[in-house]
């Protein structure tokens, strides 16, 4: 039985206050050979922002499932990819646990450890002040993670990532990773999106200590179990979707420039204050280093981000869950 704790010593931070700590970090690349098994969808990506915005307006209809409707069959996807990740341990060498981190949409591995404000917000350094080590990698078809080479609608889905997310897993298990020793104890941390992932690998995979010893969820409360009015909330909900203001990744920033038809983007900063940045509740400058560091999404994703989500659980190692109380957008609802 899945045990739920709600205080952050089992796993994660002396405190939540980031401090800058004396580190020894290394960013790696290396393969993985995975196989998903992906939605085959009849959806041709996006070529301009009018269909971009036409997409969206289809994908967040009240009352219709999109993915449903543009279902066709499913396909076996296999191949070997490119993964980018940092690992990061105490200055003393490898801490007491690794901690294996994914992020959600809109972002790369690097808002882990956001430089903003002398680190003041960087959840590596948090990390590593309570003895933990590090490894943050990108999500499939983000920065430095097979990125653009991937066909944004066919390949870049959540079963494909998940087995990406296990294969990286088993290799640091294994040691096979250069510059990281073999650790007892490995936690999944995943934010938004990123959770999602975590959640499902520990779903699938639910023996303790084979894949995951423990999982963390941030910016994510489970909400396909939840309801209001009698309506599931989730990613299918209009709101995160509407508020992103998505425009095609390659027509926004000189650095998107290689990205094909079929990834979107934040189309600016408010996009960004929308999605991500609860009112009243954040230093104002921090908008535009984050919006710099803003990352896109595939097509393939939004169809799909909801997919994998409700599976229940048998995974029987500590589960932590972190939902602030003014997140109300996308996986999160208000003291969820």
Same mark, same amino acid.
């Given at each position: 039985?899945?045990?739920?704790?709600?205080?952050?010593?089992?796993?994660?931070?002396?405190?939540?206050?980031?401090?800058?700590?004396?580190? +020894?970090?290394?960013?790696?690349?290396?393969?993985?050979? $995975?196989?998903?098994?992906?939605?085959?969808?009849?959806?041709?990506? /996006?070529?301009?922002?009018?269909?971009? %915005?036409?997409?969206?307006?289809?994908?967040?209809?009240?009352?219709?499932?999109?993915?449903?409707?543009?279902?066709? !069959?499913?396909?076996?996807?296999? @191949?070997?990819?490119?993964?980018?990740?940092?690992?990061? =341990?105490?200055?003393?060498?490898? #801490?007491?646990?690794?901690?294996?981190?994914?992020?959600?949409?809109?972002?790369?591995?690097?808002?882990?450890?956001?430089?903003?404000?002398?680190?003041?917000?960087?959840?590596?350094?948090? *990390?590593?002040?309570?003895?933990?080590?590090?490894?943050?990698?990108?999500?499939?078809?983000?920065? +430095?993670?097979?990125? /653009?080479?991937?066909?944004?609608?066919?390949? $870049?889905?959540?079963?494909? =990532?998940?087995?990406?997310?296990?294969?990286?897993?088993?290799?640091?298990?294994?040691?096979?990773?250069? #510059? $990281?020793?073999?650790?007892?104890?490995?936690?999944?941390?995943?934010?938004?999106?990123?959770?999602?992932?975590?959640?499902?690998?520990?779903?699938?995979?639910?023996?303790?200590?084979?894949?995951? !010893?423990?999982?963390?969820?941030?910016?994510?409360?489970?909400?396909?179990?939840?309801?209001?009015?009698?309506?599931?909330? @989730?990613?299918?909900?209009?709101?995160?979707?509407?508020?992103?203001?998505?425009?095609?990744?390659?027509?926004?920033?000189?650095?998107?420039?290689?990205?094909? !038809?079929?990834?979107?983007?934040?189309?600016?900063?408010?996009?960004?204050?929308?999605?991500?940045?609860?009112? @009243?509740?954040?230093? /104002?400058?921090?908008?535009?280093? *984050?919006?710099?560091? %803003?990352?896109? $999404?595939?097509? @393939?994703?939004?169809?799909?981000?909801?997919?994998?989500?409700?599976?229940?659980?048998?995974?029987?190692?500590?589960?932590?869950?972190?939902?602030?109380?003014?997140?109300?957008?996308?996986?999160?609802?208000?003291?969820?």
């Amino acid at each position: 039985m899945t045990r739920l704790f709600t205080t952050t010593s089992t796993l994660l931070l002396a405190s939540l206050a980031a401090a800058v700590v004396a580190r +020894q970090c290394q960013n790696l690349t290396f393969p993985v050979s $995975i196989t998903a098994r992906n939605g085959k969808f009849d959806l041709k990506a /996006p070529s301009n922002n009018i269909e971009v %915005t036409n997409f969206i307006l289809d994908l967040t209809q009240p009352g219709r499932n999109l993915s449903d409707i543009l279902l066709q !069959d499913y396909v076996t996807i296999n @191949g070997t990819f490119s993964m980018g990740a940092t690992y990061c =341990e105490p200055d003393t060498g490898p #801490g007491k646990a690794l901690q294996v981190l994914t992020h959600g949409v809109g972002f790369d591995r690097g808002y882990w450890d956001f430089p903003y404000h002398d680190y003041n917000y960087s959840y590596v350094s948090a *990390a590593l002040a309570a003895n933990y080590s590090t490894f943050a990698y990108d999500r499939l078809g983000i920065g +430095q993670s097979s990125a /653009p080479s991937r066909e944004p609608i066919a390949e $870049i889905q959540p079963w494909l =990532e998940i087995a990406s997310l296990h294969a990286l897993t088993l290799q640091l298990r294994a040691a096979a990773l250069p #510059g $990281i020793a073999r650790y007892a104890k490995i936690f999944h941390v995943g934010h938004s999106f990123g959770s999602r992932l975590t959640y499902n690998l520990a779903a699938t995979y639910p023996e303790v200590g084979a894949v995951s !010893d423990g999982i963390a969820l941030t910016g994510f409360s489970h909400v396909s179990f939840l309801n209001v009015g009698g309506a599931p909330l @989730g990613l299918e909900g209009p709101y995160f979707a509407m508020g992103a203001n998505f425009a095609g990744a390659r027509s926004l920033l000189p650095r998107f420039a290689a990205y094909p !038809d079929g990834y979107v983007a934040l189309a600016d900063r408010q996009a960004l204050h929308n999605d991500f940045f609860a009112p @009243g509740n954040f230093d /104002p400058e921090i908008l535009a280093p *984050a919006f710099e560091a %803003t990352q896109p $999404i595939t097509v @393939g994703e939004l169809l799909t981000l909801n997919n994998p989500g409700n599976v229940n659980s048998t995974f029987g190692g500590p589960v932590l869950l972190i939902t602030g109380g003014t997140s109300t957008l996308c996986y999160c609802l208000p003291h969820a």
